[in-house]
C-alpha cells in the first residue's frame, strides 16, 4: 500500500486576464439588462403623458393616491 500515489489536481492563482475577462462580461450583461428596463420604463412614461395631452386619459387626486381615469 505504501507504493500507491493518488493524484490530486494542483490549485493556481487566480487568472488575472480571464478574471478581468468575465468581469466585463457580468457588467456588459447587466448594465444591457438595466438600460433595457429603463428604456421601458421611459417608453411607459412617454406614452402616459402622450395620452394625456391628447386627452384619452385623465387624472383624478385623492388624497395620497392617485387614480388615472381612461375617458
Not at 19 to 25: D, M, P, Q, R, W
Amino acid at each position: 500500500m505504501a507504493g500507491h500515489k493518488v493524484a490530486h489536481a494542483t490549485l493556481k492563482g487566480p487568472s488575472v486576464v480571464k478574471e478581468l475577462l468575465i468581469g466585463s462580461v457580468l457588467a456588459l450583461a447587466a448594465g444591457s439588462l438595466w438600460k433595457m428596463h429603463h428604456w421601458n420604463e421611459q417608453r411607459k412614461v412617454r406614452t402616459f403623458y402622450d395620452l394625456l395631452d391628447k386627452g384619452e386619459i385623465g387624472v383624478v387626486d385623492l388624497g395620497l393616491h392617485l387614480f388615472v381615469n381612461v375617458l
